[in-house]
């Protein structure tokens, strides 16, 4: 996921760049042309860009954070009080609300579920988008080095 969005970070910041170097030097007598390509490219980089913006979360903090509030009962991605919901990648994509997802893993952990409690009176919505972000990331690699 994460080499997903840096993928999608640079190709919109390469879109970008191109769209605008060719408005730059359009030999266009219609210098409105120019700004309108200028507009697109703009809307069109936003767009790519948001929803991932969004939801882009710091792993590393994500670490620090889980490892001081969700370890007690998810130490190494295990669930010491319902063990079939892991917070492995099979598991978050049956169990969770919503699929394995940084939204649906931000709704759980800031509302809390069942014997889960919420953690949104405790943590920043940042703090718990990066524990989403952890959670996501290593959920992908295997919670074995962890």
Not at 86 to 110: C, F, M
Request: proline letters at 3%; glycine letters at 8%; one cysteine or more.
């Amino acid at each position: 996921k994460l080499l997903l969005f840096e993928t999608t970070m640079r190709t919109a910041s390469i879109l970008l760049s191109t769209l605008t170097s060719v408005a730059a030097f359009s030999i266009s007598p219609n210098k409105h042309h120019s700004v309108q390509v200028v507009r697109v490219a703009a809307v069109i980089t936003a767009t790519v860009m948001a929803p991932h913006a969004a939801l882009a979360g710091d792993v590393q903090n994500g670490e620090q954070l889980f490892n001081n509030n969700c370890a007690a009962c998810h130490a190494g991605g295990q669930n010491v009080i319902m063990p079939n919901k892991t917070l492995e990648k099979e598991a978050l994509e049956t169990y969770l609300a919503g699929g394995r997802s940084e939204k649906s893993i931000i709704s759980q952990v800031t509302n809390g579920k069942n014997a889960m409690p919420a953690f949104g009176g405790r943590l920043g919505d940042d703090q718990i988008a990066d524990v989403a972000a952890y959670v996501m990331a290593t959920s992908e690699t295997g919670w074995y080095d962890n």
